[in-house]
Nanobody, 118 residues
Framework: VHLVESGGGLVQPGGSLTLSCLASGFNFENSEMSWYRQAPGEERELVASMPVAGSSISYGDSVKGRFTVSRDDAKSVLYLQMNYLKPEDTAVYYC????????????WGQGTPVTVSS
């Protein structure tokens, strides 16, 4: 299983970024996919969770209305569109997969750093 994030970088407050997570090695279409983030000295927190197609999407309170998660099952890619970025959005963003096997198995990507600063 591989989860490879990309798209992070430095952006000014109020700017936008789009993160991507390219997945391989498992049945992407049948897996719940999520974005988490971890700021320095803080615990990892949920940003957005996207279950399989047709299910409800959930967002962390701090990003509602600004971030949008989406998935392309044909390409096995998870996206996170981030708008109106704030300095407090600065963190390492991780892709997460909950893969149904005999039990649910959890996988993490290596993370991509996002810095929001002027």
């Amino acid at each position: 299983v591989h989860l490879v994030e990309s798209g992070g970088g430095l952006v000014q407050p109020g700017g936008s970024l789009t993160l991507s997570c390219l997945a391989s090695g498992f049945n992407f279409e049948n897996s719940e996919m999520s974005w988490y983030r971890q700021a320095p000295g803080e615990e990892r927190e949920l940003v957005a969770s996207m279950p399989v197609a047709g299910s409800s999407i959930s967002y962390g309170d701090s990003v509602k209305g600004r971030f949008t998660v989406s998935r392309d099952d044909a390409k096995s890619v998870l996206y996170l569109q981030m708008n109106y970025l704030k300095p407090e959005d600065t963190a390492v963003y991780y892709c997460n997969a909950l893969v149904p096997r005999l039990a649910i198995v959890e996988y993490w990507g290596q993370g991509t750093p996002v810095t929001v600063s002027s």
